[in-house]
């Protein structure tokens, strides 16, 4: 889309819309119990470094690709590989820092560190977008895993010992909702920078017609 924008961001150009409200909603609630149930069955449970990579590893890319998918206008496929890495590393770190533990506390603290490293990658993506405040991508992420995490232990408490990759649909409402607020957020600085680009860059080359 860059000959589109004729500015430096080649994710946004004036004229395009912002995803449809229903599409990262739904790709969060499809996403993570699906790549957290895909990951339980292939890897089990999250009690070992390997289980916590490669379950990290298949969640993540499921949760990535149906989040590309939601914002496949703005983003390219390398969404899918930062939050598949993310998840992989950051659940491996988490979850071996509270030594696999699955209190409450400690299902928040291996939250927030994957959503740290999995938040961290993804600004990395939105970044080289173009995106302005791609920082709160990742200062948003950690709390909101953590928190997600947090309600789903209330409502999956009688399974919770099969140690999961991630959350379930329950803490997926509040991940949802959090992120798509504040992707809608960066997304309207986008646009406003990329329109002033644009008259500022026409209004330059009226000058120069004269």
């Known amino acids: 889309m860059t000959s ?6 080649p994710a946004v150009s004036a004229t395009v819309s912002r995803p449809r409200a229903w599409a990262w909603p739904l790709a969060a609630l499809l996403g993570f119990p699906i790549g957290g149930y895909a990951a339980n069955i292939v890897v089990g449970a999250v009690d070992s470094v390997g289980a916590a990579i490669a379950g990290g590893l298949i969640a993540g890319a499921i949760v990535g690709a149906a989040q590309w998918l939601a914002l496949r206008q703005f983003v390219p496929w390398l969404w899918i590989a930062a939050t598949s890495l993310g998840m992989g590393v950051g ?4 979850a071996a820092v509270v030594d696999y533990g699955i209190d409450r506390g400690e299902l928040m603290l291996m939250g927030a560190i994957t959503g740290l490293a999995a938040g961290g ?6 970044a080289r977008q173009g995106f302005d405040g791609a920082t709160w991508w990742v200062a948003a992420n950690p709390p909101t895993w953590a ?3 947090l309600i789903s ?5 009688a399974n919770i010992d099969e140690r999961f990759t991630n959350f379930g649909a329950s803490g ?3 991940y949802a909702l959090v992120t798509g607020l504040l992707f809608g957020f960066l997304f309207r600085r986008m646009k406003a920078r990329v329109s002033l680009e644009n008259t500022r860059t026409a209004a330059s080359r009226a000058q120069k017609a004269f």
């Open 91 to 94: 659940l491996a770190v988490g």
């Open 153 to 157: 232990s209330y409502v999956i408490s």
């Open 172 to 174: 997926t409402l509040l």
């Open 121 to 126: 990658l993804q600004a990395l993506v939105l």
């Open 147 to 149: 928190l997600a995490w």
């Open 4 to 9: 589109l924008l004729q500015t430096t961001s």
